[in-house]
């Protein structure tokens, strides 16, 4: 039997189990693999020079190496600050760094970079500090460990027995059928002292949030992390300290270093019930949080019977992640990428980018369809008023007068439209009039289609000035997926609006999400648009919504809300776009945060955020 160990996916079909605690409260620093198709045991035959047995570490497998950073060793339980890493293609231990002094913590890999969050520093501190280390920078973390190196931590246990083939000898114990002696491999006596390793080689880096509206404070509640999408999500969920309201599912975007809040607690958990572990899958797109519900059951049974009895699933892509399949790299790992993304202003595929250069040419690029949009300078409004008639209007064809007015000609390619246009495929093959005239009208504004179009033949609606210009677009692409029945447009339509949502574009986003019938989006806008009131009825966004969406957007206020301005404001800490209520200095949160945590200010902002402050070192 072994606890805090820590089980790491690999091969996607093994699970490396290592470290922890036996029954006897030693610290373990063996291997075991247990094969999910074949359901059986087995422990390799380790080389090299066997790191510390620890518990409550992080572990993390990329290309072939499994990362083992922090935990707790030794006789008096100190906190490991090392980092390490077993090649699994030899099956030899690294020697060990220095790193970040950290246990209970969480590590991934991301970009290139381990990154480490949260858990417990050496004087029992809860943190929110975030480090990353690059391992790509370094050939130490790229070439094979010597065999039989040895780590300086071991030269004080000089005493140990070693095998002739450079291992710790282990004991004599019986082994069963599966070829694995449970505990009994490198268990570490608790009574050798700290060796003085040197820094970990690389670029080492670190931030600490200081405050912010959407920074969720690590000091209170039940944290759960995970990493999807390019980003670090944060499962703050309920607890007896913590009210329902102050739950919530946050992201911090790796690429930035924002956090933004994706979903208040009473839309993601139930105050029923306790969490006590998260699981996410291999893609980042599904987590599931294990626990129990508070009340006991009626034998009165409800401890270790029903701790995990209920699982709660999350569809992540609901929330706007894509998954880790489709999440960008950060610029700086350009030896993975395509070769068109080498120029760090594509966001193409090296197929994409061929057939963009294709896109609405006239002449010499073999384009034989035509597609029209409205006008440029017709009143869009009508185009995605109604949410009910959206997909009727998609399959309707659009007849017009010969002599009315339509947006300049775009130059398509019939062939591409039918393998990645399910409704233009159809309605081709029926031979209607599109068929006839190799022509389509679609009744949405020019730069929308444009945008559409070019999706079509890049699969991206990264910002482009010419064909996907601001949020706008990205907004009426939304409609458009939702129109036609395109999952994948609408996600990614999902991950740029929630991360890029902003005063200008507020009010639009709001509406068109109602009209795409997406009811996450349109709430999180709406809590955006009542947070920036000020700012956002005095945007053109705002002045081009109808009557009708003025007067549904004010109704989002509750029935006793009230506008709270000048000084009032200023004395509930409002003013700058705090959270007035939730982030500010009058809420509940904040007065705990203030008496949990020291307190620290920083006046750095970062991509223009006013609120939210960070140290980077």
């Known amino acids: 039997m072994s606890c805090s160990h820590t089980a790491c996916l690999w091969q996607g079909s093994k699970l490396l189990v290592y470290g922890g605690e036996n029954e006897h409260r030693e610290y373990l620093s063996d291997v075991i693999i247990y094969d999910l198709k074949s359901s059986h045991w087995t422990q390799p035959e380790i080389r090299g020079a066997i790191p510390k047995g620890r518990a409550r570490h992080a572990a993390a497998v990329y290309e072939d190496k499994l990362y083992i950073v922090g935990g707790l ?126 820094m970990a080689p690389g670029s080492m880096s ?34 007896g300290m913590l009210r329902p309201s102050e739950c919530n599912l946050s992201a911090l975007d790796l690429t930035t270093l924002q956090w933004q809040k994706l979903a208040s607690g009473p839309e993601v958990f139930d105050p029923s019930y ?29 401890n270790l019977e029903e701790y995990l009895s209920d699982v709660l699933p999350l569809d992540l892509r609901k929330f706007g992640l894509l998954g880790n399949g489709s999440a960008a790299l950060p610029s700086m790992d350009m030896s993975r990428l395509p070769a068109s993304d080498t120029h760090q202003t594509s966001n193409l595929s090296s197929l994409g980018a061929d057939l963009a250069c294709m896109f ?26 109604s949410a009910s008639t959206a997909a009727d209007t998609a399959s309707m064809p659009h007849f017009l ?60 609606i990264a910002k482009h000035p010419e064909f996907c210009k601001d949020l706008d677009d990205v907004a009426g692409l939304l409609v458009m997926a939702q129109m ?15 991360r890029e949502l902003d005063v200008e574009h507020a009010a639009v986003i709001w509406e068109r999400a109602g009209t795409a ?35 549904e957007l004010c109704e989002v206020i509750d029935v006793e809300g009230r506008v709270v301005g000048g000084e009032e404001l200023e004395m509930v ?9 939730v982030g500010g200095a009058g809420s509940e949160a904040t007065r705990r945060r203030s008496l949990a945590q020291p307190s620290t200010t920083g006046d750095d902002d970062i991509e223009g955020q006013e609120d939210e402050g960070m140290e980077l070192s």
């Open 573 to 581: 800490g409002g003013l700058g776009g705090g959270k007035f209520g």
């Open 73 to 198: 060793a030794g006789a008096d339980t100190y906190t490991l600050d090392e980092i390490c890493y077993l090649d699994l293609r030899t099956w030899t231990w690294s020697r060990s760094w220095s790193f970040v002094p950290r246990f209970d913590h969480s590590a991934w890999i991301w970009g290139g970079r381990i990154w480490v969050f949260g858990g417990l520093g050496p004087d029992m501190e809860r943190t929110g500090d975030l480090w990353w280390l690059d391992l790509k920078s370094s050939p130490a973390f790229r070439s094979v460990p010597a065999f039989g190196a040895t780590d300086s931590s071991q030269v004080e246990r000089g005493h140990h027995a070693r095998s002739t083939h450079g291992q710790y000898q282990q004991h004599n114990a019986a082994t069963g059928s599966t070829g694995y002696t449970a505990n009994s491999s490198s268990v570490q006596v608790r009574g050798f002292s700290v060796g003085s390793k040197s």
């Open 517 to 551: 019938q997406d009811g996450w989006l349109r709430k999180r806008a709406a809590t955006y648009c009542l947070t920036h009131w000020g700012r956002v009825v005095r945007t053109e966004g705002f002045r081009q919504l109808s009557r009708r969406s003025m007067m």
């Open 360 to 385: 609405d040419h006239k002449e010499g690029k073999g384009s034989d369809f035509i597609v029209t949009a409205l006008k440029e300078d017709f009143d869009d409004s009508m185009s995605t008023a």
């Open 274 to 302: 306790r969490w006590h572990y998260c699981a996410v899958n291999e893609d980042g797109t599904k987590a599931w949080l294990l626990g129990c519900a508070v009340e006991p059951s009626e034998n009165g049974l409800a």
């Open 206 to 239: 670190s931030v600490k949030f200081v405050s912010g509206p959407d920074v969720p404070s690590q000091a209170l509640g039940t944290h759960f992390h995970a990493y999807s999408s390019g980003a670090l999500l944060d499962f703050v969920t309920p607890t």
């Open 401 to 460: 007068d010969e002599a009315a007015p339509t947006s300049p000609p775009i130059h398509v390619h019939r062939l591409l439209l039918m393998a990645r246009w399910p409704h233009f495929n159809r309605l081709y093959n029926s031979e209607m009039a599109e068929f006839h005239t190799k022509r389509l009208h679609i009744p949405e504004p020019y730069s929308v289609v444009r945008a559409f179009l070019y999706y079509l033949y890049t699969d991206s």
């Open 484 to 498: 036609y029945d395109m999952p994948r447009l609408r996600l990614l339509c999902l991950h740029r609006l929630s």
